[in-house]
């Protein structure tokens, strides 16, 4: 498994951007799919952005399409989420996970590691 450290979080207003960052420990880093995801209050945790291991492909849910993009750099064992255009909907933790998956997946059982969250509050 790999240890996982999510940062950027806080308060912005709506329209605003917030870009989140999570380092990885290990060396192991660039073998792994890379995926964001998000849990409101009382609601499930749900899939938001995936990256393959190279970075060559990324997958994203619908409703941040055009708004976020996910990213990597591999030389610092970092994953990145830049989020722009963010909506009161948008609010939730944010949580960083790691899939040893041959591809980039958005199936959250294929996480075997997560990060411990960070919040992302967006004001109206």
């Known amino acids: 498994q790999v240890q996982l450290v999510e940062s950027g979080g806080g308060l912005v207003q709506a329209g605003g951007s917030v870009r989140l960052s999570c380092a990885a420990s290990g060396r192991t880093f660039s073998s792994y799919s890379m995926g964001w995801f998000r849990q409101a209050p009382g609601k499930e945790r749900e899939f938001v952005a995936t990256i393959s291991w190279s970075g060559g492909s990324a997958y994203y849910a619908e409703f941040v399409k055009g708004r976020f993009t996910i990213s990597r750099d591999n030389a610092k064992n970092t994953v990145y989420l830049q989020m722009n255009s963010l909506k009161p909907d948008d609010t939730a933790i944010y949580y960083c996970?790691?899939?040893?998956?041959?591809?980039?997946?958005?199936?959250?059982?294929?996480?075997?590691?997560w990060g411990q969250g960070t919040q992302v509050t967006v004001s109206s």
């Open positions: 996970a790691a899939s040893t998956a041959l591809e980039a997946t958005g199936v959250m059982i294929e996480y075997d590691s």
